[in-house]
């Protein structure tokens, strides 16, 4: 099983022959356990046919779809969990997690971080309020997040109160206790960016975390429209925190736990548990690498809801496989932004006119 | 067991019954043993038994018996 190796080791010999195997394996499991996939499948794809040959011929279901329709594998008894992304688009999705799943998740998450942090817990300092993981049966992508990097971390400070403003006791007195060694910085980008970043400024104060590393994720929409790219961010974290181990990581609350994480060339990173296809938006033929397009993503881990193979509605172009100069194997990419909102539900209509190839 | 203590860590750090508390418990078999309750417990259990528990830790430790083992570990090597 993918999930038992390594998270950067395997090179695509290894690694294609497992997914298609284990993707497919999925794939049947979903259309036995989830009648409303079982009859998206029959009408997309009714000629597939079980083992598929290679990972490019999976079905795969519009991200939006988790928005429109609960769809889950197991009973409602089964739910341990359900996990809803930050539904900036209006209607949120729903992750449903029997506790099986949501176990896996936080397995794979440690071990994918364990690569990039090492394995002792560090104290953590969250870029958040803590009343985003009250809620303990249902969390938004921002309390998952949080809960699944809090295992990576001891001594949890929440750099925020419940209005977003600085809460300077806390802080000041984590840096104090732990400024000189190494600690763990998280939050989401536009919180660690606008709420955080931008009040030090504000405040004309600066902290000193030299052997921190900033771990942020969340996409970068709303930074674009202010006109910040992940050089900028890089820049400003140095300067007014003084830190300069800064990785973004890519993923979807519909695909907690193998997320792709940025490498100090600048790439995400596929873990041996996860892949990523690139499909051009006008007729969802597989591009080549370095042509962008429309991203897919394939995970192993998803088994209490079908959501093993996704296309998303980021944009997305693949540089290499197995030979990043990071030394890392896998597939590594960079994302361009999210699709234009005509396009995005081009992607879900590919359900309405069977398209799919 | 060889920390029997750990039970009634595990009833307070969890706040259930400690009746309810058995080596075979496992993580994610109650609703109040989640992953919020999971760093509680760990917080717990490194100060009651001074050690320091790493991430593989946190993760292996999937059940009262296996936590029981994980301390063992710890201590045997201080």
């Given at each position: 099983m993918l999930f038992e190796l390594e998270p950067y080791s395997i090179k695509k010999e290894q690694k294609q022959p497992l997914l298609q195997q284990e993707l497919s394996a999925l794939t049947k499991h979903h259309q036995q356990h989830c009648s409303d996939y079982a009859r998206l499948i029959q009408t997309q794809w009714p000629n597939l046919s079980l083992p598929v040959a290679n990972t490019q011929a999976l079905p795969y279901l519009s991200v939006r779809l988790f928005k429109q329709i609960g769809l889950k594998s197991i009973t409602d008894e089964q739910v341990f969990k359900t996990l809803y992304s930050s539904g900036t688009t209006g209607t949120p999705s729903r992750i449903m997690l029997d506790n099986q799943t949501a176990a896996v998740q936080s397995k794979i998450l440690v071990k994918i971080m364990q690569q990039w942090l090492g394995k002792a817990r560090l104290p953590m300092l969250i870029i958040d309020h803590p009343s985003v993981v009250k809620d303990r049966a249902n969390f938004s992508a921002r309390g998952a997040g949080i809960q699944g990097l809090a295992?990576?971390?001891?001594?949890h400070c929440y750099a925020l109160n419940d209005d977003m403003s600085i809460n300077w006791p806390s802080l000041e007195a984590f840096c104090t206790k732990f400024a000189d060694g190494p600690i763990l910085v998280f939050g989401f980008t536009f919180m660690v960016w606008q709420h955080f970043i931008q009040q030090l400024i504000s405040h004309k104060k600066t902290i000193n975390l030299p052997q921190a590393t900033l771990i942020h994720s969340g996409g970068w929409k709303k930074l674009i429209d202010q006109a910040v790219d992940n050089q900028t961010f890089k820049q400003t974290a140095k300067q007014t925190?003084?830190?300069?181990k800064v990785h973004n990581f890519y993923g979807m609350v519909e695909q907690v736990g193998a997320i792709f994480v940025e490498c100090e060339q600048g790439y995400l990173h596929c873990p041996s548990y996860a892949d990523i296809i690139i499909r051009q938006p006008n007729n969802w033929q597989v591009a080549d690498f370095n042509q962008p397009g429309v991203v897919q993503l394939l995970s192993t881990?998803?088994?209490?809801?079908?959501?093993?193979s996704l296309l998303t509605e980021d944009r997305g172009i693949i540089i290499g496989e197995d030979d990043c100069r990071c030394g890392k194997k896998g597939k590594y990419f960079k994302i361009l932004g999210r699709l234009p909102q005509a396009e995005a539900r081009g992607c879900s209509d590919t359900f309405e006119t069977g398209q799919a190839s | 067991m060889n920390h029997p203590q750990l039970l009634e860590l595990f009833a307070s750090a969890l706040a259930i019954?400690?009746?309810?508390?058995?080596?075979?418990?496992?993580?994610?078999?109650?609703?109040?043993?989640d992953s919020t309750a999971h760093m509680i417990l760990i917080a717990e259990i490194e100060d009651k038994f001074d050690v320091m528990l790493d991430t593989d830790d946190i993760i292996d430790m999937s059940s009262v018996a296996k936590a029981d083992e994980i301390i063992n570990k710890y201590l045997i090597q201080q």
């Open positions: 295992f990576m971390g001891r001594n925190c003084g830190i300069s881990l998803p088994k209490s809801y079908p959501g093993h | 019954d400690i009746k309810k508390v058995t080596p075979d418990l496992a993580y994610g078999t109650i609703p109040e043993w």
